[in-house]
């Protein structure tokens, strides 16, 4: 039995993926076009990317992609529901594809690092105001700001 090489099987794996992201796309009811499945792809890579930063990447396999076309790509996948944008304080507008289970994030006040943190207590919006003033709260969005364990070690140790 032939054993496949591995660049034979990587390309299956991404050939299998770029799948999965188009039948995403289509579930959404959006059209599939390159420029949508390289942010989704460049999400997958990149949680918590910036539209520059996923500019960058996207900008490699379809040198023909604007900065303004990404912005455009990043709203119709958040109108879809296919991204997330949080916006943290002091910090551009970031972009993920771990949606609709509420989860809050956690970051860091000197590398500016973003990781994900599951909700407090229970389901969403796993916090509950004290008043509500007649709202149906359906999310809550909380970000901690501290310091990640690898700026903790290079401020102990400059």
């Not at 090489?5 to 799948?19: F, K, P, V, Y």
């Not at 993920?96 to 860091?108: A, K």
């Amino acid at each position: 039995m032939i054993e496949p090489s591995e660049e034979t099987a990587g390309l299956r794996l991404a050939a299998a993926d770029a799948g999965l992201l188009a039948d995403s796309l289509r579930s959404a009811g959006l059209k599939v076009t390159a420029p949508r499945l390289a942010v989704l792809r460049a999400l997958t890579d990149m949680p918590h990317s910036n539209a520059d930063a996923l500019f960058t990447a996207v900008h490699t396999d379809l040198p023909g992609t604007s900065l303004q076309a990404v912005y455009g790509v990043l709203a119709s996948l958040g109108t879809a529901g296919l991204v997330r944008k949080i916006e943290p304080a002091g910090s551009p507008a970031l972009f993920e594809r771990r949606v609709g289970d509420n989860h809050h994030h956690i970051v860091c006040t000197r590398c500016t690092v973003v990781h994900d943190v599951d909700c407090a207590i229970g389901h969403a919006p796993c916090l509950t105001p004290a008043d509500t003033l007649g709202f149906d709260v359906r999310a809550a969005e909380v970000i901690y700001w501290g310091l990640c364990a690898q700026c903790q070690l290079d401020t102990a140790h400059p």
